[in-house]
């Protein structure tokens, strides 16, 4: 066997299995339960914040703000003004504001057809029933300040919401030391956010979730954020609905000889620069090929601004896999069900139906992941950590709930009523029963 | 003004409030605030059954088993056969079976329409973007024992996952001290369940979660039970899927004078028989109903055998809501978000038509909320405690998860991908950008 898997332990270079090794059973279990995320202790912490809020509204989120983010805040500063929103889009460099808007665009055109549609029908016995989908009222986006601060994720989530039909969309952005994100304030604006916030942390998620008084309590809060962010989000979730709970983002390149190494190793690096948790994954029935993309994610790491993170995301928890063939690796795709999938092969469609859990698929070699990171319309939202086998990316059904509908005739309810009699009785609900039995003169 | 409410202190009574009152904001906000459950601290006991069970497999729900149960079981019996089910569905009373094979149907009719579409489409770049959906592989359903022990929650929570494609459904229900519910199993075998553990408890849902030797894992675990129950699941939650926590049921009555005050009656009693903590809330715009509806609420109580539970809940957490008109309750009834709404008025559908906050809305006067958790084919696992404001009750698509396609041919590549290199170096994620300029050649 040329090109063998040199089996590295991790931390020095990808992980490499081989489908056909005696072995290759327990590492690949080992590989789906290998855990990326250092969970940090911060319940209590945030318990305190939330409880702060819900007892000193602005003045807490103001107090924290001062303590955290180093501004002095007033309630009349709290909110970003409209002013501020248009200078800020005013200052951003126009081919930049000009893709944002390309993006907004094709996401909105993409969401749109995700529209549901209500149900009503009578049946046989006269019973009408169906259902009717209705926005939610108030959705608070929550966009993290500093360095994950990306102007795409603040369309990803507001322009759902807004195809959705949600009639107040509520951002919360920190600015550490008075510092902002133009270009999020640009989104902003061009997604319809209706107010911005410049606070951030476990007291803006407490805040939209139970209001101030400046801030009006939301309905539902989505959007990423640290350690502080999640549990905040965690706790106040039953007041308010949320999101799923985010995890470091992942890729799974699944490729014959046909693909382009570069390429492929673009894609790796462009997974592992998120982040020394991000994980990249090549999937390959090619030694060749897995050897010239190592070789290529060597090169491209040398000239990348964030080689850092990207090498040390590379070595701790990238992966080569190697099987007899594409189509062999459909239950292991399954099983890591992966938050990205690209397939780079001759027959990349038909793959693609055969894969049951995944987040996003990604087709054919001109379809890197960062398009649909970005422009292509798509959502960037996506289940990681496994999810993917039992959640969906953001669309707009989050941001809407169906409410039942049924209505029987005096005549359907006496064909229906005693079967409902039975149950009733049945399970010791008599009052249940009576309810029934009570219209039927029984 | 005849007829005053009467205000009584909660415990007394039913709340009674009246919209023209000065007080009516305050107290409504109160109503509005009231907690129902306490909240028992099990987190920790919860803790460590769950590690338990990860570390100990099979023995350590057996041991559980022993010790919260009072049953002796091996591996061999923690799995009910089928003679077992089969001999407690031959042993149920034919006209109880022929009502749960109604249900049965009517749960499938109604659910098979709520199917999702997929969807593919190119645009006019010559993208090509979509989305499929898929089944959860394998779904546990939890049911409680004891007197909660209700097949008709088993095909609510199975049907569903049936219709959706579950391959693998599974059902872990408790029989303490050996004594089982023969309807539950016989809703097992009419709604297609695969496999019934008879166990509960956290160490049921850890099972289902991790997995055992004899128990294989489940992707998503679904249905009610108790503080323990409810603690293991969002405990394992991210490993797995869960369906929504829910708490105690609830009813809001909106009737004007056109209503029968028996029938009304005994529509908040079928609630209030529940559970002490459910809640029956009237809302009309007559007093002569609300004086009526008082009085044979006291007069169908004597003769009703939960008539404690169902007293209990009444006078602590009941209320009655005068409107000077029932347009003027919409947007109170937006503010409670009831998971069940019974609508017997005049102009019904017109009404309903104009509320956004609820589980399920029930027309006319011939629609008691009975009909709907037994037989009308809609589903009676609603969104509790006012999360109608964001969240939807049970359904196909939460046993479906959607995967978004996307491919670019080189030309559609060409044209997109200046905007996602413009964005990724905006966001300083210059991989993201080298991914799709290595592409174009530039």
Chains 1, 2 share one sequence.
């Not at 008075?178 to 270009?183: E, K, Q, T």
């Not at 039992?390 to 029987?408: N, P």
Request: proline share 5%.
């Amino acid at each position: 066997m040329t090109n063998a898997p040199d089996n590295s332990p991790s931390g020095i270079g990808p992980l490499e299995l081989d489908s056909a090794a005696t072995d290759f059973p327990a590492r690949f279990a080992a590989l789906l339960a290998m855990k990326r995320e250092v969970s940090e202790e911060v319940d209590q912490a945030v318990a305190r914040i939330v409880q702060a809020v819900v007892a000193g509204g602005d003045q807490a989120v103001i107090d924290f703000s001062r303590q955290f983010d180093r501004l002095d805040l007033t309630p009349e500063t709290l909110r970003v003004s409209e002013g501020e929103l248009d200078a800020a889009a005013g200052a951003c460099d126009g081919e930049t504001l000009a893709a944002l808007k390309t993006a907004r665009d094709r996401i909105e055109a993409y969401h749109s057809r995700q529209l549901p549609k209500d149900e009503r029908f009578t049946d046989a016995l006269g019973v009408t029933l169906g259902w009717r989908w209705t926005a939610v009222a108030a959705v608070g986006i929550y966009v993290p300040g500093g360095t994950a601060s990306y102007p795409s994720s603040v369309l990803m989530n507001a322009v759902p919401a807004k195809v959705a039909g949600v009639a107040r969309i509520v951002m919360a952005v920190p600015t550490p030391d008075g510092a902002v994100n133009p270009l999020v304030f640009a989104a902003a604006r061009l997604a319809g956010v209706d107010e911005v916030y410049r606070i951030g942390g476990a007291q803006a998620v407490a805040a939209l979730a139970y209001g101030t008084d400046t801030i009006r309590p939301v309905d539902k809060i989505v959007g990423p954020g640290n350690a502080y962010v999640a549990a905040a989000k965690r706790r106040v979730f039953g007041r308010v609905g949320i999101d799923m709970i985010a995890g470091p983002s992942e890729v799974l390149v699944l490729a014959d000889g046909s693909a382009n190494p570069e390429w492929i190793a673009a894609d790796l690096l462009a997974q592992a620069e998120h982040d020394t948790a991000a994980q990249s994954i090549l999937v390959t029935d090619d030694r060749a090929l897995a050897t010239a993309v190592k070789a290529a994610v060597a090169g491209q790491l040398k000239t990348l601004p964030r080689r850092e993170i990207a090498g040390a995301s590379w070595r701790n928890f990238g992966a080569i896999i190697h099987v007899a063939s594409l189509a062999e690796a459909i239950p292991l795709v399954d099983r890591l069900a992966p938050e990205h999938l690209e397939i780079v092969a001759a027959d990349a469609d038909a793959l693609a139906r055969r894969i049951r859990n995944a987040g996003a698929i990604f087709l054919g070699g001109h379809t890197p992941e960062a398009i649909g990171d970005y422009v292509g319309g798509s959502n960037h939202v996506l289940p990681t950590a496994r999810s993917a086998r039992f959640s969906s990316g953001l669309g707009v059904l989050d941001f809407m709930k169906r409410t039942s509908i049924l209505h029987c005739t005096p005549d359907s309810l006496a064909a229906l009523g005693p079967a409902a009699i039975a149950l009733g009785r049945a399970e010791g609900l008599d009052a249940h029963a009576r309810s029934v039995s009570i219209r039927l003169n029984r």
